[in-house]
Nanobody, 114 residues
Framework: VQLVESGGGLVQPGGSLRLSCAAS????????MSWYRQAPGKERELVAS????????NYADSVKGRFTISRDNAKNTVYLQMNSLKPEDTAVYYC????????WGQGTQVTVSS
């Protein structure tokens, strides 16, 4: 099982970023995928999740209306479109799924700062 995140970076407040997570080593189309984030000194928290078919999504209250999770089962990839970014969105963002056990990617840094 491998999860590889990309797309992080430095962005100004109000800006946008699109994160990607490329998955391999398991049947991607059968599992729920999620994005978590961890800010310095804080616990890792759920940002968004999407079911296997992509028809059901859930979001943390702090990102509702600003972030959109989606997936392309043909490409084994899950995305997180982040708009109207705020400094408090600064964190390492992780892609995760449950295959025998919780699996995590290496994370991608998102920094929102002017």
């Amino acid at each position: 099982v491998q999860l590889v995140e990309s797309g992080g970076g430095l962005v100004q407040p109000g800006g946008s970023l699109r994160l990607s997570c490329a998955a391999s080593g398991f049947t991607f189309s059968r599992v729920t995928m999620s994005w978590y984030r961890q800010a310095p000194g804080k616990e890792r928290e759920l940002v968004a999740s999407i079911n296997s078919a992509g028809g059901t999504t859930n979001y943390a209250d702090s990102v509702k209306g600003r972030f959109t999770i989606s997936r392309d089962n043909a490409k084994n990839t899950v995305y997180l479109q982040m708009n109207s970014l705020k400094p408090e969105d600064t964190a390492v963002y992780y892609c995760t799924t449950l295959v025998d056990r919780r699996r995590w990617g290496q994370g991608t840094q998102v920094t929102v700062s002017s």
